[in-house]
């Protein structure tokens, strides 16, 4: 096959190849690029399953989310009246909001600092500290720091403030998902919120169109069923390894070849 034909069936594949990348351009260059928004978001749909995964996880073993903050609202709302279920739970889920809330602001600024949220150096960089902050919990649970033992042996009324450390780095790296998914312009996908996304999925009035003919709907619809099938197996995970880490070192994974992928991905026309 002729070199152009070569580059034509890459380029229609998503990815540039490296050499006529790095030839055509320097590194900074190729970092100042804004990403297609239409391969754009297969990282987003991807970091779905990584958020069912996670919450599947976090909730099975410490009773807070780390990623939909709807349910801890609710449960820190019971904890005023002294109903949630284990003990001082409404402060692991107080703490999620907080450092959700935190990484929201953080990110955001530092896309702005960097250029905006469509230039591959953003979604890199922010992809580099959104897997450092799994690794880093993944590695406090692996090493007996906090409890990963799924049931937990511990007593009930035995409270471990020290679960709050992975669950607010997950928090924070969570928030980094849903700026990327505004920053890159794929609000139809924001990686952490199944409610509206339901609600817009059913009441789009092209709902029924052709596969082809309604990108957003087919995007909305594969969120969902990998937020499902990413929280079934972070519950079967668990369940299985008798133990939290595995799906946060899975996440992790996960987190890293999407990072890469920021790098590979076709540029903008």
């Known amino acids: 096959?002729?070199?152009?034909?070569?580059?034509?069936?890459?380029?229609?594949?998503g990815f540039v190849p490296p050499k006529s990348r790095l030839s055509a351009r320097s590194v900074w260059g190729q970092l100042s690029e804004e990403v297609d928004t239409t391969v754009g978001s297969l990282p987003l749909l991807a970091c779905c399953f990584a958020t069912g995964l996670t919450d599947g996880t976090l909730y099975n073993a410490y009773g807070t989310f780390v990623s939909m903050q709807t349910g801890n609202t609710v449960f820190v709302a019971l904890g005023t009246s002294g109903q949630n279920s284990r003990p001082y739970g409404w402060a692991r889920s107080l703490c999620s909001i907080g450092c959700f809330t935190i990484g929201c602001l953080a990110f955001s600024r530092f896309h702005k600092l960097i250029g905006g949220g469509r230039l591959r150096r953003t979604l890199f960089s922010s992809f580099v500290v959104q897997t450092i902050c799994v690794v880093i919990a993944a590695a406090i649970i692996q090493t007996g720091i906090v409890d990963g033992t799924y049931p937990s042996r511990r007593d009930p009324a035995d409270v471990d403030f020290v679960e709050l450390v992975p669950i607010a780095l997950l928090s924070f790296q969570a928030a980094g998902q849903i700026v990327n998914s505004r920053g890159l312009g794929v609000s139809e996908v924001p990686t952490v919120v199944i409610t509206s996304l339901l609600c817009d999925l059913v009441s789009d009035e092209r709902i029924l169109d052709p596969l082809r003919?309604?990108?957003?709907?087919?995007r909305r619809?594969?969120?969902?069923?990998l937020t499902l099938l990413g929280a079934i197996c972070g519950g079967w995970i668990?369940?299985?390894?008798?133990?939290?880490?595995?799906?946060?070192w899975f996440v992790a994974a996960i987190k890293a070849m999407i990072t890469l992928s920021w790098l590979l991905l076709r540029r903008a026309n």
């Open 1 to 13: 096959m002729p070199d152009e034909e070569k580059l034509e069936s890459s380029s229609a594949a």
């Open 213 to 218: 003919k309604n990108v957003k709907r087919n």
């Open 221 to 225: 619809a594969v969120a969902f069923v």
């Open 238 to 248: 668990s369940k299985a390894t008798g133990a939290v880490q595995p799906s946060l």
